[in-house]
């Protein structure tokens, strides 16, 4: 049966420096680049295969710098599917999560959004500041899917984006 191509919007939240601009340029370029300007904000479009489907993402990779809150509420309002990003070796980043979520909730007036948690530079184990137990909880208590990533060796970058899109397909079909 014909299936058209669908099109969904995912933004990349989480706090400064925990790698969202590495992890979206990872997963739409292909490429490691070391540091990037923390303050931009940009949208990138791409088209992938999620079990045999064709679907297009159009990522914003958020910065946290919007100078009015109503801004921010927009793209939060127009993002389907959101992928919370911390570091493991920060534990304030993954504090910011449930704050994240909670405006996420209150600004689609929806709990059942479509989240991935994202524990970000699983490369540097010997600075983990985030047990994946917490983690897990935290997985559990918000029924959302719990993914540990490096996008510096490239480890879960695909994974992170097509969990959510399976997510977002399912709730389309529904
Ligand atoms: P953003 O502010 O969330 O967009 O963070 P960036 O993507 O700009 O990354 C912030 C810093 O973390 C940069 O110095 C990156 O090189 C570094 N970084 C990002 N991802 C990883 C990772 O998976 N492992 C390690 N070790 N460093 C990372
Ligand atoms: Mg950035």
């Not at 919370?84 to 007036?109: C, G, H, N, Q, Y």
């Not at 397909?169 to 529904?174: A, G, N, T, V």
Request: with cysteine; hydrophobic share 40%; charged share 30%.
């Amino acid at each position: 049966s014909y299936q058209p191509c669908r099109e969904f919007h995912v933004v990349v939240l989480g706090a400064g420096g925990v790698g969202k601009s590495c992890l979206t340029a990872q997963f739409v370029h292909n490429e490691w680049i070391e540091s990037y300007d923390p303050t931009i904000e940009d949208s990138y479009r791409t088209q992938i295969s999620v079990d045999g489907r064709q679907v297009v993402l159009e990522i914003l990779d958020t910065a946290g710098t919007e100078q009015f809150v109503a801004m921010r509420d927009l793209y939060m309002k127009s993002g389907q599917g959101f992928l919370l990003v911390f570091s493991i070796a920060s534990k304030s980043s993954f504090d910011e999560l449930t704050t994240l979520r909670e405006e996420i909730i209150r600004i689609k007036d929806d709990d059942r959004i479509p989240i991935v948690i994202v524990g970000n530079k699983a490369d540097l184990e010997d600075q983990r500041a985030v047990n994946r137990a917490s983690a897990f909880a935290l997985s559990q208590r918000w029924d959302a899917p719990y993914y540990e990533s490096s996008a510096r060796t490239r480890i879960n970058v695909d994974e992170v984006f097509t969990d959510l899109c399976r997510q977002l397909l399912r709730r389309d079909d529904l």
